[in-house]
C-alpha cells in the first residue's frame, strides 16, 4: 500500500496498481492537482497478480497466456478494510483492468462516492449484460478510451468501443451522473495523465 497527497483530506482516491502505474503515479498526482483545487488522500493498492485479483469471475486469457481467476471479491474486501472512516469520501478509480474492477465494485457496495474509470476492460466476456441485470451503488462514474483502442486485430479487445458506448448509454438510462471522454491514442498511451483526468473529473 502506498500513500501519497493529505492523509487529513476528507476525499480519499482509492486505486489498485501495478509496477507501471507506480513507475508514473508522481505524475498522475501532479495532474490531479492541475486539474482539481480540491484537497485528496491517494492510497495506491499494490497488485501482484493482475489477471487474477481484478478479474470479477474466472474468464480465458484474451492476450497472453494468463487466464482470468475471478479474484476480485477478495481485492475488495481488503480495500473496504481501509474505507471505514465514514467522515471520508471515497472514489475508487483506476486504468485497463483495475477500471473495471473499480465500476464492478460500486455494484457490490455503496462505499463509494464515484468511480473514475479510465479506459476501462469493459471487452471482459459478459460484463456489459452484468451491468443490465444489475444496480449500480455509486451516483457517478467516469468512462473514457482512447480513440484507437477498438482498432484492433483482437475480436474481443476490438468490442472495447461498442461495449463502452453501451455501458454509457446503460448508466445514464439508469438516472447515473456519467461522463464518457474519448482521448487519443491507443491503449498504451498515458495511463496516468488519463487516469488523472478520471480522479480529477470525481474530485470536481
Not at 119 to 144: A, Q, R
Request: net charge negative.
Amino acid at each position: 500500500m502506498y500513500k501519497y497527497g493529505n492523509s487529513a483530506a476528507e476525499t480519499v482516491l482509492i486505486q489498485p496498481v501495478d509496477k507501471q502505474d507506480l513507475s508514473v503515479i508522481e505524475n498522475e498526482i501532479n495532474e490531479i492537482k492541475r486539474l482539481s483545487k480540491t484537497d485528496f488522500h491517494l492510497i495506491a493498492i499494490k497488485i501482484d497478480m493482475w489477471n487474477d485479483q481484478l478479474s470479477p469471475w474466472t474468464a480465458p486469457a484474451v492476450f497472453g497466456k494468463d487466464n482470468f481467476g475471478g479474484g476480485a471479491k477478495d481485492t475488495l474486501e481488503e480495500i473496504l478494510n481501509i474505507c471505514t472512516d465514514k467522515r471520508k469520501k471515497y472514489i475508487i478509480g483506476g486504468y485497463s483492468l483495475a477500471a473495471l474492477f473499480s465500476l464492478w465494485a460500486a455494484y457490490q457496495t455503496d462505499t463509494f462516492d464515484s468511480v473514475a474509470a479510465a479506459s476501462p476492460s469493459i471487452w471482459f466476456p459478459g460484463f456489459v449484460d452484468y451491468m443490465k441485470s444489475h444496480e449500480i451503488l455509486t451516483e457517478k462514474v467516469y468512462l473514457s478510451l482512447g480513440d484507437k483502442e477498438e482498432k484492433t486485430r483482437n475480436p474481443i479487445m476490438a468490442s472495447v468501443g461498442d461495449c463502452i458506448r453501451s455501458a454509457n448509454l446503460l448508466l445514464k438510462e439508469k438516472g447515473i451522473i456519467t461522463e464518457l471522454e474519448w482521448n487519443q491514442g491507443n491503449h498504451f498511451q498515458d495511463s496516468d495523465l488519463r487516469t488523472a483526468k478520471a480522479f480529477a473529473w470525481a474530485l470536481n
